[in-house]
C-alpha cells in the first residue's frame, strides 16, 4: 500500500515563507508525476503545483506563480513545496498526490492515484 506522509505545515506570518514535504512511503513504488492540492474551508479543492516524473516540467496555478516553487528528489521518493510570499488566502489544507500513470505536470486531481494525509497551513497577518 503507498502511503504519502507529508511534513512541514504550520503557521506562518504573511510575507513568510513555509516548505512542505511529502515522501513516498512504498520502496518498490515509482512515483511519476507529483503535485500539491489545497482546501480551503468552505471551498473546492484546488490545484496548486505538479512536477514532472524528471522535474523537467512544472505547472503552477496563477495564484501561486511566482511565490511558490516545487522540487522532487526522486531517490527520496519526495516532493517539496516551497511556499514563499504566503498571503492569507494561502491558508489551507494541503495535500500532496502522486499518480502511478502520468508523467507530466497535470493540475487535475483526477491524474493522481494516491495523496496524502494533509496538512495544515496557517497563515498569520
Known amino acids: 500500500q503507498v502511503q504519502l506522509v507529508e511534513s512541514g505545515g504550520g503557521v506562518v506570518q504573511a510575507g513568510g515563507s513555509l516548505r512542505l514535504s511529502c515522501a513516498a512511503s512504498?520502496?518498490?513504488?515509482?512515483?511519476?508525476?507529483m503535485a500539491w492540492f489545497r482546501q480551503a474551508p468552505g471551498k473546492e479543492i484546488e490545484s496548486v503545483a505538479a512536477?514532472?516524473?524528471?522535474?523537467?516540467?512544472?505547472y503552477f496555478a496563477d495564484s501561486v506563480k511566482g511565490r511558490f516553487t516545487i522540487s522532487r528528489d526522486n531517490d527520496k521518493k519526495m516532493v517539496v513545496l516551497q511556499m514563499n510570499s504566503a498571503k492569507p488566502e494561502d491558508a489551507a489544507i494541503y495535500y500532496c498526490?502522486?499518480?502511478?500513470?502520468?508523467?507530466?505536470?497535470?493540475?487535475?486531481?483526477?491524474?493522481?492515484?494516491?495523496w496524502g494525509q494533509g496538512s495544515q497551513v496557517t497563515v498569520s497577518s
Open positions: 512504498e520502496r518498490s513504488f515509482t512515483p511519476l508525476a
Open positions: 498526490a502522486t499518480s502511478r500513470t502520468t508523467s507530466n505536470a497535470s493540475g487535475s486531481s483526477r491524474a493522481y492515484d494516491y
Open positions: 512536477i514532472s516524473w524528471m522535474g523537467s516540467n512544472t
